[in-house]
């Protein structure tokens, strides 16, 4: 299904008013979180390469900032929406509250394929999103970070400018910098490692010895890449597939091998789009199949870690009857309809807001570096993620037996109610 027909923002909307009702939260209470607090629209006009001037829409949402700044990544995709962004802010306030760190939730981007662009033309696009948003933004304020379509480099360009325009050096104004510009150890598989420690969280739990489980992954970008690679290396694990969105073509495939899988060879050969090699990846004995393939494979663990709406009314009943877990790595890969039939069928579910929370979580240490001026070595970055995202794990599952309710609904249990009650501390409400 094409994720053009699935407004995320709706689905969000639809997730919360649903544990609203569970929760019989307050009507005013309802109103104020099933909206975001304040949205910025606004046009970047950009100089290109070849002396002509292209307009660019670009947004931040700030969903709400209860318990601390503003947080969330920023999207640079052609199909990006001020509902995807809504959206996305929205679950941002809920995996910061979820994770227990002390930030809110936010979320921007930009409707531009940054493939279509040359290096210089992607620096004049981040600086002029900045020139637009930097009286909004801040470390006490609202603090952006990468996500689809945008890259460490382009964080440290975000950081120059906002420096430049604050007048002073301000690295903690944006996470996900490279290291060595203010960036922290460990960012990068941050994300795709935190999917893997809620996994192996689950798996305890379900007396299962990760050593004998196969997962399926979508997608192989940032996530993905990190959630195959530490399925295989820190769970021994065996990874069956990943899969992947051709830009040369405009298809997606899945990327197989019957025996031998090894997610840091791919990782070797693919761009910094998540666009796999498939001349390479053939050569050396691995299968491709059409997109859909990876949702069908015999695997213990589905991890969809693309893109939003992607397990939907249309295919979810291709899942095997093998798979026990599904980590959402990808923030929204599961529509409601969707998710109602996986909760009949009885899949333990790691929600996107829990289970990829590990990303939020280290470019929250990000800005707790920058602040001290003092960076820990990346196992101790590791290590304090590993904490939050396993304590986090707890709360909610802790919240499901207790309470008698599926995995996403306990973890909206516990976020609202976290953020609740910042907002009475606080005496909003
Ligand atoms: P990315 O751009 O690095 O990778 C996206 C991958 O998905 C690419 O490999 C692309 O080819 C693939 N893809 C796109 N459409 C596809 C399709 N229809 N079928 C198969 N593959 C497809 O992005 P990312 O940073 O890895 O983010 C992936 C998801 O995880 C997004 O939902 C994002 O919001 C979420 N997320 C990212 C982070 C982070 O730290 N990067 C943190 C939390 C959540």
Redesign the pocket.
């Known amino acids: 299904m094409s994720t053009s027909l699935i407004n995320p923002f709706q689905m969000a909307q639809q997730q919360f008013d649903h544990v609203a009702d569970l929760l019989q939260l307050d009507p005013a209470v309802r109103d104020f979180l099933r909206w975001p607090q304040r949205e910025f629209h606004f046009r970047i006009p950009v100089h290109m390469d070849d002396g002509s001037v292209r307009i660019f829409q670009g947004y931040r949402v700030q969903h709400n900032d209860a318990r601390g700044p503003h947080k969330g ?1 920023l ?1 640079f995709h052609p199909s990006e929406t001020i509902d995807s962004v809504r959206a ?1 802010a929205t679950w941002m306030t809920w995996k910061c509250a979820v994770a227990d760190i002390p930030l809110g939730g936010g979320k921007g981007g930009v409707i531009v394929d940054p493939a279509t662009l040359s290096t210089s033309e992607k620096e004049r696009l981040v600086r002029g999103w900045v020139q637009q948003m930097w009286k909004n933004i801040g470390p006490r304020l609202d603090v952006p970070a ?4 945008t890259t460490p480099q382009m964080m440290g360009w975000m950081m120059d400018e906002y420096s430049k325009l604050a007048g002073e050096f301000t690295p903690g104004v944006i996470t996900g910098k490279p290291v060595g510009g203010g960036g922290s150890l460990g960012r990068t598989e ?2 795709g490692f935190g999917v893997v420690y809620t996994i192996r969280e689950a798996l305890q739990h379900l007396k299962i010895d990760s050593r004998n489980t196969r997962a399926a992954v ?7 890449q990190y959630a195959a690679i530490g399925f295989q290396e820190i769970l021994g694990g065996e990874v069956a597939c990943v ?3 051709d830009r040369s073509d405009r298809t ?1 495939y899945t990327v197989s091998k019957a025996s031998g899988f090894d997610a840091r060879f791919l990782q070797s050969i693919t761009d910094q ?3 796999i090699d498939k001349a390479k990846a053939l050569d050396s004995g691995y299968k491709i199949e059409d ?1 859909e393939a990876w949702l069908s494979q015999e695997a213990d663990v589905l991890i969809p ?4 709406g ?1 397990i939907n009314a249309l295919n979810v009943h291709d899942i095997s009857s093998r798979v026990k877990i599904i980590a959402e ?3 929204g890969p599961t529509t409601p309809e969707a998710d109602t039939v996986i909760r009949e069928r009885g899949i333990f579910m790691l929600p996107d807001f829990l289970c ?1 929370s590990g ?2 979580t280290v470019s929250y240490f990000e800005s707790v570096q920058n602040d001290m001026n003092y960076y820990w070595p990346r196992e101790e970055v590791l290590q304090k993620e590993d904490h939050i995202l396993t304590s986090a794990f707890h709360a909610v599952l802790d919240m499901a037996l207790s309470q008698d309710v599926y995995m996403r609904d306990a973890a909206y249990m516990v976020a609202i109610a976290r953020v609740v009650k910042a907002m009475q501390l606080r005496g909003w409400i």
Request: hydrophobic residues 35%; aromatic residues 12%; proline residues 3%.
């Open positions: 990544g999207r996305l990468p996500d689809v379509g941050a994300t979508q997608g192989f970008g940032n996530v993905a899969s992947y969105w997606s789009y998540g666009t997109s870690a693309a893109l939003e992607q790595g990808a923030n990829n990303g939020v």
